[in-house]
């Protein structure tokens, strides 16, 4: 037999000759009827099994089965689908044109690299969403779409998109290090020429991402596990953004109802970014209300388009069965059809295909009209009934490839299946062997009911000894990783009814899951492991519990985290363990520290120390006493909270433990700054910093330095400030706490700003927003929006001052900062007079005063003193404004080393404008104490540049040019040799 020069011309003839439709022929190799008409109009190439499976079909002679795969396999473009290949080239499913139009109006700002948001498309099992999805992703190639969908069985803490990650890498032949640095080496190049500075934010991510798909490589073990973690989240909604900041980007997300909450607050960290970002969220979701309440204003995400998916109507019945079979159904066919699917899209093709497979179809008249053979009663073909007769039909060696499958669900590994089924005679060849029957089985077990199905028609003795065979396979095949996957070990463990292993395994995952904070999954595995643990085993229930309790803490679930506490103290008094009973005490500290119960709080340290003390635990009584100080501290008793970190320290010493050590001398020099001690808090951030570094220990390195600059910045240090501060933010990179860095690089415009360096604070200021803005923190991006205020206002540029300080007050109010709210209201207060709004600086003046006096802040309330005291003096109330002059002259002499004050010139500067008005002499007084602060301040630089800076500073120059003209004193301009800096 000659081959015609076009294959699919020929295929297309021969099946026509053999009497098969497309639905038949398609059914018989195991694909769709749309994918077929694909092949034979080619517009797509098949597969190399899939070609041979045709030509087997077809009846092609053996010689030139090679020839006919060769020449199917070499796609030529068909001529109707070369001109206009665009969007509208794929048709809609019947009866589904206007939900394609509704997705594609969505979806068009898109096109133009606008944000659309997220849409939601509901509907039950098989009504066609992933179809509908699958349809309009055809129908717009000109998008990036990123697939995945979530598994009820595989529960881990973000593993949709822990699957989705993998999906983009190249080669999984090549080390994971080395696919990760070629993917995001590819990303970054593609985002540059869009936007430049994300494009450094894509190549810093790749630890963390690792992290995620290595959870036993961790990315830096400088991190704790509550920051690794959050890097891992952040890794993500940077490796999504960077996709959209490329092109329009679509992420699918499909089977919702089953996302873990890791994954639902990666989200909601992307929808943070949705409003200037060209990227859709598009998810999938049954119709189960507490999934959608995900999508409203109280959930993670927010939907801006909804669509809900019915059945099939009457009328799209004729049209849906010829797109299935090539021709229309009888109407009477249609309506018993309809009646017993309720136009369910998926119900419909299958009990067509078993229909067709038993021979059922009949078709009459020209052109051919289906129907159903008189023998045949519809009312009976359930979809499940449909599924099990379908599955029924296998053949028995597929049939057991199938049910192993269903056990294993559809993201397990092809390994596994491969060794579960080993002793087949039909796999003994290992994978290469199993490749060709999986690709038979793909379009039917395509759909998640299918799964079901399998599952479902197999006895529960068969189900629990394949369960039981996929766990111990597992454990063989890896005995060296079996935490990662104890999750699937405690799933097939429990339907094997093999409660001991399925204890055990419980036990390690949530263990796991709560030492790299995935706490949902966490809370999961470690509330089954205590279920199963037996009533008189106290010490693994207390295991168990202080890893519980741990999680219940840091979800802030309080009732639960009391109730644990309950537990633990019990089972500790019951082991009589010093040791446990000590942890417990101090854990219970630690919660009533939480809900702000500090007389309990310092009552359960107490009583831990005497626990330590009676059974001669130093190291314990250390850990004790620190928290005993932490206590002190937080209820402002600062001498008890000195000795006791004497006493704690000196323990440290003699046990050796650095570490604790460390942190003495970190809260030491917490509690000396909150007494005005800044010299002694100094020098305890230095000893600090110098037992971190015996411990190589960055991170506390880094929070002692920001410590050390901020100390500094209250003593109006800025030089040493910003040394510290540089310093810091270095290791924070270095490390890649994301969180930390962020803050730090808010903390360092203060400095900047302080020193006259105008040029650096702005692109300090605008490094801080970008980062803070990708972690979305509104604390930080407040704190950081307040300083941009100040900024702009020295720039002469009141009204993007007070632009600034409004956001900087919006955040504040979403993340509770009731401090930085109060410097926002000052700064808001300064730019509105400096915009002659006298009524409106004066609001925000008295806000910023009200809340420094209700946080307990006196100092901090000097400030808006001054800002009223101008608005008085503006409004001409001359003896309102020298009430302000004296009660601000009467603090300054009282706090002659101006700690805590924000600005201390700009007061200087009010009190000498007003008493120029009453008492010239005193003003001149006032102007002279001024300028020597200035002096001072400018000594103290290391560089003739930054001594000019400062004395090139607004409020600054103004006192050093009012003092030259009155002969006060001399502007600072000799040399001065530089301080040096710690």
């Given at each position: 037999?000659?081959?015609?020069?076009?294959?699919?011309?020929?295929?297309?003839?021969?099946?026509?000759?053999?009497?098969?439709?497309?639905?038949?022929?398609?059914?018989?190799?195991?694909?769709?009827?749309?994918?077929?008409?694909?092949?034979?109009?080619?517009?797509?190439?098949?597969?190399?099994?899939?070609?041979?499976?045709?030509?087997?079909?077809?009846?092609?002679?053996?010689?030139?089965?090679?020839?006919?795969?060769?020449?199917?396999?070499?796609?030529?473009?068909?001529?109707?689908?070369?001109?206009?290949?665009?969007?509208?080239?794929?048709?809609?499913?019947?009866?589904?044109?206007?939900?394609?139009?509704?997705?594609?109006?969505?979806?068009?700002?898109?096109?133009?690299?606008?944000?659309?948001?997220?849409?939601?498309?509901?509907?039950?099992?098989?009504?066609?969403?992933?179809?509908?999805?699958?349809?309009?992703?055809?129908?717009?190639?000109?998008?990036?779409?990123?697939?995945?969908?979530?598994?009820?069985?595989?529960?881990?803490?973000?593993?949709?998109?822990?699957?989705?990650?993998?999906?983009?890498?190249?080669?999984?032949?090549?080390?994971?290090?080395?696919?990760?640095?070629?993917?995001?080496?590819?990303?970054?190049?593609?985002?540059?020429?869009?936007?430049?500075?994300?494009?450094?934010?894509?190549?810093?991510?790749?630890?963390?991402?690792?992290?995620?798909?290595?959870?036993?490589?961790?990315?830096?073990?400088?991190?704790?596990?509550?920051?690794?973690?959050?890097?891992?989240?952040?890794?993500?909604?940077?490796?999504?953004?960077?996709?959209?900041?490329?092109?329009?980007?679509?992420?699918?997300?499909?089977?919702?109802?089953?996302?873990?909450?890791?994954?639902?607050?990666?989200?909601?960290?992307?929808?943070?970014?949705?409003?200037?970002?060209?990227?859709?969220?598009?998810?999938?979701?049954?119709?189960?209300?507490?999934?959608?309440?995900?999508?409203?204003?109280?959930?993670?995400?927010?939907?801006?388009?909804?669509?809900?998916?019915?059945?099939?109507?009457?009328?799209?019945?004729?049209?849906?069965?010829?797109?299935?079979?090539?021709?229309?159904?009888?109407?009477?066919?249609?309506?018993?059809?309809?009646?017993?699917?309720?136009?369910?899209?998926?119900?419909?093709?299958?009990?067509?295909?078993?229909?067709?497979?038993?021979?059922?179809?009949?078709?009459?008249?020209?052109?051919?009209?289906?129907?159903?053979?008189?023998?045949?009663?519809?009312?009976?073909?359930?979809?499940?009934?449909?599924?099990?007769?379908?599955?029924?039909?296998?053949?028995?060696?597929?049939?057991?490839?199938?049910?192993?499958?269903?056990?294993?669900?559809?993201?397990?590994?092809?390994?596994?299946?491969?060794?579960?089924?080993?002793?087949?005679?039909?796999?003994?060849?290992?994978?290469?062997?199993?490749?060709?029957?999986?690709?038979?089985?793909?379009?039917?077990?395509?759909?998640?009911?299918f799964w079901d199905a399998a599952y479902a028609m197999q006895s529960a003795a068969h189900l629990r000894e394949l369960h039981l065979l996929a766990a111990t396979t597992l454990e063989r095949l890896h005995p060296h990783d079996l935490d990662a996957y104890a999750p699937a070990l405690v799933y097939h463990f429990h339907h094997a009814d093999d409660h001991a292993r399925e204890w055990h395994y419980a036990c390690r995952a949530g263990l796991a899951a709560a030492a790299r904070y995935a706490n949902t999954e966490a809370l999961h595995y470690l509330n089954r492991a205590l279920e199963l643990t037996d009533h008189f085993d106290y010490l693994t229930q207390l295991t168990l519990l202080l890893a519980r309790e741990q999680v219940h803490a840091l979800l802030g679930n309080r009732s639960a985290q009391a109730d644990d506490l309950h537990q633990l103290t019990y089972l500790a008094n019951a082991i009589a363990d010093p040791e446990r009973q000590i942890t417990v005490a101090l854990r219970t500290s630690a919660y009533a520290e939480q809900i702000g119960d500090l007389d309990e709080s310092l009552h359960a340290a107490t009583y831990a120390c005497a626990l330590a003390d009676t059974n001669q635990l130093p190291a314990r009584r250390a850990e004790a006493s620190h928290r005993c100080a932490q206590i002190y501290y937080r209820q402002g008793q600062f001498a008890p909270a000195l000795a006791q970190i004497e006493h704690a320290a000196e323990l440290a010493r003699r046990v050796g433990d650095l570490r604790q050590e460390a942190a003495n001398w970190c809260l030491l020099g917490n509690v000396t700054d909150g007494t005005g001690d800044l010299a002694t808090a100094q020098r305890a951030y230095e000893q600090a910093i110098a037992l971190h570094e015996q411990l190589h220990d960055q991170r506390g390195i880094a929070i002692c330095l920001n410590n050390l600059g901020m100390v500094a910045l209250i003593r109006h240090d800025s030089s040493l400030a910003h040394h510290a501060l540089d310093r810091a933010v270095h290791i924070a990179q270095h490390i890649g706490d994301r969180w930390l860095e962020a803050?730090?690089?808010?903390?360092?415009?203060?400095?900047?700003?302080?020193?006259?360096?105008?040029?650096?604070?702005?692109?300090?200021?605008?490094?801080?927003?970008?980062?803070?803005?990708?972690?979305?923190?509104?604390?930080?991006?407040?704190?950081?929006?307040?300083?941009?205020?100040?900024?702009?206002?020295?720039?002469?540029?009141?009204?993007?001052?007070?632009?600034?300080?409004?956001?900087?007050?919006?955040?504040?109010?979403?993340?509770?900062?009731?401090?930085?709210?109060?410097?926002?209201?000052?700064?808001?207060?300064?730019?509105?007079?400096?915009?002659?709004?006298?009524?409106?600086?004066?609001?925000?003046?008295?806000?910023?005063?009200?809340?420094?006096?209700?946080?307990?802040?006196?100092?901090?309330?000097?400030?808006?003193?001054?800002?009223?005291?101008?608005?008085?003096?503006?409004?001409?109330?001359?003896?309102?404004?020298?009430?302000?002059?004296?009660?601000?002259?009467?603090?300054?002499?009282?706090?002659?080393?101006?700690?805590?004050?924000?600005?201390?010139?700009?007061?200087?500067?009010?009190?000498?404008?007003?008493?120029?008005?009453?008492?010239?002499?005193?003003?001149?007084?006032?102007?002279?104490?001024?300028?020597?602060?200035?002096?001072?301040?400018?000594?103290?630089?290391?560089?003739?540049?930054?001594?000019?800076?400062?004395?090139?500073?607004?409020?600054?120059?103004?006192?050093?040019?009012?003092?030259?003209?009155?002969?006060?004193?001399?502007?600072?301009?000799?040399?001065?040799?530089?301080?040096?800096?710690?």
């Amino acid at each position: 037999m000659d081959l015609p020069q076009s294959p699919q011309q020929w295929l297309k003839a021969r099946r026509k000759a053999l009497g098969l439709t497309q639905i038949e022929l398609a059914q018989q190799v195991g694909c769709s009827k749309d994918t077929l008409n694909k092949i034979e109009t080619a517009r797509r190439r098949p597969s190399r099994a899939m070609a041979l499976r045709l030509a087997q079909m077809l009846d092609v002679p053996p010689d030139l089965r090679e020839s006919f795969v060769r020449a199917l396999r070499v796609t030529r473009p068909h001529p109707s689908t070369t001109a206009n290949a665009g969007a509208h080239a794929v048709a809609p499913p019947p009866g589904r044109a206007a939900a394609c139009a509704s997705l594609a109006a969505w979806l068009a700002p898109l096109a133009t690299k606008q944000p659309v948001g997220v849409a939601v498309v509901v509907g039950v099992a098989g009504i066609g969403k992933s179809t509908l999805l699958a349809t309009v992703q055809q129908q717009h190639p000109q998008y990036t779409w990123l697939r995945c969908a979530a598994d009820p069985q595989l529960t881990q803490s973000l593993a949709p998109l822990q699957a989705l990650v993998r999906q983009q890498l190249a080669d999984p032949a090549l080390p994971l290090a080395l696919q990760l640095n070629t993917h995001l080496t590819r990303l970054a190049a593609h985002v540059t020429v869009h936007a430049p500075d994300h494009a450094s934010e894509v190549l810093r991510i790749q630890p963390f991402l690792a992290d995620l798909l290595d959870p036993a490589a961790p990315a830096s073990d400088a991190l704790s596990p509550r920051t690794r973690f959050a890097n891992v989240q952040h890794a993500l909604v940077t490796w999504l953004r960077a996709y959209s900041l490329h092109g329009p980007t679509v992420l699918v997300l499909e089977d919702t109802q089953w996302l873990d909450a890791d994954t639902w607050h990666v989200l909601h960290q992307l929808s943070l970014h949705l409003t200037h970002t060209p990227l859709a969220i598009l998810c999938t979701s049954s119709p189960d209300p507490a999934t959608l309440l995900h999508f409203t204003n109280d959930g993670p995400l927010l939907a801006t388009h909804w669509l809900q998916l019915e059945g099939l109507a009457l009328a799209d019945l004729p049209a849906s069965v010829t797109y299935l079979l090539g021709a229309p159904a009888s109407p009477a066919f249609a309506r018993e059809l309809h009646a017993t699917t309720h136009g369910n899209p998926f119900h419909i093709e299958q009990l067509l295909a078993l229909l067709a497979e038993q021979g059922s179809l009949s078709t009459h008249h020209r052109p051919p009209v289906y129907s159903c053979t008189a023998d045949v009663d519809l009312t009976q073909y359930t979809l499940p009934y449909v599924l099990h007769q379908r599955l029924a039909r296998l053949t028995a060696d597929t049939r057991q490839i199938v049910q192993a499958a269903a056990v294993l669900g559809k993201t397990a590994e092809l390994d596994l299946l491969c060794a579960m089924l080993q002793p087949d005679p039909l796999v003994n060849g290992g994978p290469e062997h199993l490749h060709p029957k999986l690709r038979d089985l793909h379009y039917l077990m395509r759909h998640a009911l299918f799964w079901d199905a399998a599952y479902a028609m197999q006895s529960a003795a068969h189900l629990r000894e394949l369960h039981l065979l996929a766990a111990t396979t597992l454990e063989r095949l890896h005995p060296h990783d079996l935490d990662a996957y104890a999750p699937a070990l405690v799933y097939h463990f429990h339907h094997a009814d093999d409660h001991a292993r399925e204890w055990h395994y419980a036990c390690r995952a949530g263990l796991a899951a709560a030492a790299r904070y995935a706490n949902t999954e966490a809370l999961h595995y470690l509330n089954r492991a205590l279920e199963l643990t037996d009533h008189f085993d106290y010490l693994t229930q207390l295991t168990l519990l202080l890893a519980r309790e741990q999680v219940h803490a840091l979800l802030g679930n309080r009732s639960a985290q009391a109730d644990d506490l309950h537990q633990l103290t019990y089972l500790a008094n019951a082991i009589a363990d010093p040791e446990r009973q000590i942890t417990v005490a101090l854990r219970t500290s630690a919660y009533a520290e939480q809900i702000g119960d500090l007389d309990e709080s310092l009552h359960a340290a107490t009583y831990a120390c005497a626990l330590a003390d009676t059974n001669q635990l130093p190291a314990r009584r250390a850990e004790a006493s620190h928290r005993c100080a932490q206590i002190y501290y937080r209820q402002g008793q600062f001498a008890p909270a000195l000795a006791q970190i004497e006493h704690a320290a000196e323990l440290a010493r003699r046990v050796g433990d650095l570490r604790q050590e460390a942190a003495n001398w970190c809260l030491l020099g917490n509690v000396t700054d909150g007494t005005g001690d800044l010299a002694t808090a100094q020098r305890a951030y230095e000893q600090a910093i110098a037992l971190h570094e015996q411990l190589h220990d960055q991170r506390g390195i880094a929070i002692c330095l920001n410590n050390l600059g901020m100390v500094a910045l209250i003593r109006h240090d800025s030089s040493l400030a910003h040394h510290a501060l540089d310093r810091a933010v270095h290791i924070a990179q270095h490390i890649g706490d994301r969180w930390l860095e962020a803050g730090i690089w808010g903390n360092l415009i203060e400095p900047l700003r302080c020193m006259g360096d105008f040029a650096t604070a702005h692109a300090t200021c605008a490094t801080a927003l970008h980062q803070q803005q990708i972690l979305a923190d509104p604390y930080l991006l407040s704190a950081t929006l307040a300083e941009q205020a100040i900024l702009h206002l020295y720039a002469d540029a009141p009204q993007a001052a007070a632009e600034s300080a409004y956001a900087a007050l919006a955040h504040a109010d979403a993340s509770g900062g009731a401090d930085v709210r109060g410097t926002a209201q000052l700064y808001l207060g300064h730019a509105l007079l400096a915009l002659n709004d006298l009524e409106g600086a004066e609001t925000a003046y008295q806000a910023a005063y009200q809340l420094r006096a209700e946080l307990g802040q006196p100092h901090y309330q000097l400030d808006p003193l001054a800002g009223l005291a101008q608005v008085a003096l503006a409004q001409e109330q001359v003896p309102q404004a020298q009430m302000y002059a004296a009660d601000l002259l009467q603090q300054l002499t009282t706090n002659p080393a101006l700690t805590w004050i924000n600005e201390p010139i700009r007061i200087y500067l009010v009190c000498y404008r007003i008493l120029t008005i009453t008492q010239p002499k005193q003003a001149l007084s006032v102007l002279r104490q001024a300028a020597r602060i200035v002096q001072q301040w400018s000594a103290r630089m290391p560089t003739p540049t930054r001594r000019q800076e400062l004395e090139q500073h607004p409020l600054n120059r103004v006192v050093l040019a009012e003092a030259s003209a009155h002969q006060l004193a001399r502007p600072a301009t000799h040399q001065v040799p530089p301080l040096p800096l710690r």
